[in-house]
């Protein structure tokens, strides 16, 4: 199969790499871009371990053809941090006990970061809802719902 | 003993886990060597038949390197070795020899430049099927005397063992008199109970990476709750001296008991990467790993007797497992379930007997309580029935018959065996209560409308480790390096393993609390492996805290001694005279002479000191095996919402009280019982892998599409989940610790049962308690209460 | 041999891949490559799932995420929307919140977020699942498509374009490109409800009602049901108790059991036939009960 060239920015850098058209996104990220805090759970937009932002929108990179990210923005997990500095969503995930075994956490602190930028006032019901497709099976999702509640910026009951 | 003051146990550190929240922590499946091959696994697409031939060659022309099983060694064995050897069932090779023995199992596997490449050879191996058996897939079928035989004979130990009517094991148990228990009891209750097949469904799947080394050794990163076992199995069924096996220890993307046993993708990645000569990566697909392990489902046939004032005289307990295709230590199993059974309450008099049958499906193992759910479930909703037959209320039923301090208690089956000193039991039941408002629960006869509440209760444990004072049948030791650095800092060498409920975290603050060195200068890295630390057993039987961080603490008090006997020569004094502190503001440990604390050095001068002056290291390696198996009690009160309509069952609120003794990491301590509650609400609610009899398939055909499992939004919200620990200290634990892991778990499929009783009046025997069940029962109950208003109404006619 | 199919970490299909970047591009590729396997990729969500797990080939992929003239919102009458907007804009459009709730509400239950912003509504209808939770709500808003392609352009109700499991009267040289939901009348009101076995799930169950009211009268009325045939399906019968009837808890309840009554569901892995029938009945009434509210009726 013929390879293309595609250009996209990857946590902030702007990579030229070739790709086949039946490459996905999220092979692309873990072996060749060395990102492997992507994680692959079930291939099938079951889990939401591969969860990456392209364009700031939580997508699932198992079911992403690499070729269509082409122009695009993606952020993963390890492009999150400022430098040294944790993301808050980060800080408070550690601060909650929401992180157990780790392999569901990238995928929950990008799609938590995404529903924070999209509703800062989010109630607990409506972080509950967003988070529905991230699949965790060590923490019973209690403390992340926690550590998420304590991002919001207004706390309000539902 | 009286509960202390401490500096790290029971505090939070959130430096912890800070890989994890950046992508930076790296699991088997992240490893990548230069050079690597990518490999895939070819798998069974029948449930029993016959191997004729394999033919690779078609995939080898495309470049791939591939395997089947004339390319495995002859070697028999049992990929879970925490057994002694003479009561291990050994019945499988690397690949099938002879015939599949269930759909997913591994016949044959490529490995290739990429994973594609290795893919499109693997659809080019041609296999010549013999013979094909129509699947035995419930347990009833299997054993009947002209069902097909899965396996003619396989090893126990060294003997051999002609497998009948597919019977894998038995085991049968006597306690007192079991037909004078029953005369003298009043009230005998009997019920069959069913806990279904479900997937574990740990978010990382099966992984190894295999790098075969120059000498002829080899090493392998895998998914693994135990690197010791898989080093000593891979060294034997490779016959590589166990010196040239070196297992990295690795985080692991959950577990839940599935990686116990050596998984079976990682001697095929090592087969390919001796076959190939270079480094063989091996992820399982999803959809592979479905079909490659279970939790082991239960069948019980329990009557107890009792008297009418509650006291319980007799337990008679037949349970039957299917196991599926192989033998993953069904034995021990059987006599963990006997063990669970035995220690919740006293029954006087038991009769157990215990079957495990093979049957055409994924091998089960161990699952978060190894047949504790399974059998509290059946003892648990029985408990509850028999309460309501003599009229007492269930908590003081339980109260009344509870296996307590003094008593003893199987901490693994019927040979390991240790009398419980600690207890919160009844702590538990009457604070609990108070919380879940249990006084004001009413009968299912007073509930009415659409929408029912109801209330339930349900108490259990779990073992800490499998050690006794006599060592039994299971192996249980663990064990640890300590070394002080120039600088004061501290690194411990173990190959302890963490699943993520704070393992390692627990390790650090044992080692921090006894040398008073802060937290964050403990380090318990990732860079060890079967080759720089000692033998650690597995982190299985909820033995983390209690067996690894007891080993852990035994070596640094030894560490304490020879750092206080090189201070005792710089202080010019005795070591029995000096003090280890921790001074906060110097972020340093600190000794100096008692009484004088101004007169201190820190650590990190002596540990120079000794470096600069050649002293030698401050050093100690050794092992410890705990004599002890201490309960982790649990007790879960449960709300349910049953919806009349629809068969719905909501939990809006839990009450859950754990005794665990010092709590180590609170917060990690809390988020396992949680985390065991949502999985509890899927065992209990949801989650079942059923099979098409006959294909002999999964029906969700190892797609999670059709096997879920809770999401946030099927938990309470985080206010209405209360979770509190009882005030107890366990004597023989590491400052007085116990574990918590799997005694999360073993009630909450009976406290969610109870409370649908309470809520609607209606007992379900078979789990799980899906809409669909509920909803009919509910039809055929009030068609029922319809049916007997008509007979009373005719009489009066 | 179903096993060999499967490997979700990777897709084994060679393809040409194309991204058109004007809709008359894309019609010209699909035009040019009608005879051949050619699919179009859209969220992709349905379609690699399929590529993935159950062998779905394709010589040549479009894609038409890159076709700005399929990527418009037009609230002026009724709704229209291009095939290529993400279920997650369409479900943050006010208009769709305040005027097709059942719309609004299926979206909203579907899979999760990130499966949201990928996938599209026409992904969806076409996939053609018995279970597509968006299918109900359209057929009950009597929403149209438009089919383009280099001979022209024509326009189906959501109702007859599906005709089977995972069949449809598209043709192959056709792009569906937008969907045109009617406006909606003062004193309408519609309602969707979905069961699942969790949260994010395909459902057991599904329905839809769109009700208009006149007064204390039902003047027309929708009820459609996903998940228990071989495509979403209308309780015609059901509907004509309630048409031009004076709407009243017990006809309510009649209609109701009517709807479950001509339904043929099946047993399967997600539910059985027998819930699926008694749902029918409890969710009709709930849904007609609650759309016949919103449509500003009292009971």
Redesign the interface.
Known sequence: MKKIEIEFIVNGKKRRIFVKPNDLLINIIRNDLYLTGSKYGCGIGECGACTVLLDGEPVLSCLTLAVTVNGKEITTIEGLAKGDELHPVQKAFLENGAVQCGFCTPGMILTATALLKENPNATENEIRDYMRGNLCRCTGYVQIVKAIKSCVAEQKSD | MEKQQYEFIGKQFDIKNIGKVTGKELYSSDINIPGQLYAVVLCSPYPHAEIKKIDYTEAEKMGAICIGPDDVPDYLYNERIVSIPEKTYRDRTVLPKDKVRHIGEAIAACAAETEEEAFAALKKIKIEWGKKWKPLIDLDEAIKDDAPSIYDCVYLGEEKVDIKNNIACERNIDVGDIDKGFKEAEVVVERTFNTQRIYHMQLETKSAVCVPEADGGITVWTTSQGIHNVRILLGNIFNIPLNKVNVKRITLGGSFGSSIQMNSITPICVALALKAKRPVKLVSTREDDIYDHSKYPLKTILKIGAKKDGTLTAAHCRVWVEIGGHNIQAYPYLGCVAGWFASLYKWKNIKYEGTAVYTNKVPTCAMQGYGNPQINFAVESLMDILAEKLDIDPIELRLKNYVGKGDEFWGQGPTVRSIIRSCGVEEMLIEGAKLAEWEKRTPPSKKKGELRRGIGVARGFHTSGTGGPNPGEVIDYSGATIKINEDGSVDVLTALMDHGGGTWDAVAKVVAEVLKVPYEKVGIYNEVDTRTTVFDVNTHATRGVYCGCGAVKFVAEKVKEMLLNYAATLFKDLPENLKLACNKKLGQAVIYPREIPENYMTLGEIAEHAHITSWGAIAYTSTLRQKNCPPCFITHFVEVEVNTKTGEVKVPRAVIMGDSGTIINPDLWEGQIIGAFSRGLGFSLLEETKYDLNSGGLECNGLITDYKIPTTVEMPKVDNIIVRSAHTYEPTGPFGAKGIGEAALSSVGSAVANAIYNAIGIRFYDLPITPEKVLKALKRKEEEEKESRRRVGDKVD | ????T????????????F?PKTLAGALDLLYRYQDKNTRI?AG??DL??KM??IGLDADY?I?I?EIPELKFIDTDAGLRIGAAVPL?HIEKIEKVREKYPALYESIKSM?????R??ATMPGNICNASPAGDTIPPLIAYEAKLKLVSKRGERTVLVEDFITGVGKTIIKRDELLTQVIIPEISKNSGGAFLK?G??????AKINLAVCLKREGEICKDCRIVLGSVFIKAVRAKKAEELLRGQVINNDLIIKTAKKASEVIKPIDD????A??RT??AR?MTEDALKLAWGRAGGEL
């Open positions: 041999m179903i096993r060999l499967n490997n979700t970490k990777i897709l084994t299909q060679e393809f040409e891949y991204a990729l992709g969500t690699l799932v993935k797990t992929l894609s995420k997650s899979a999760a977020i990130a499966i912003n990928m069961k076995r969790v949260k994010a799930d395909i892995i997600r539910s059985t027998e819930y008694e749902l409890v």
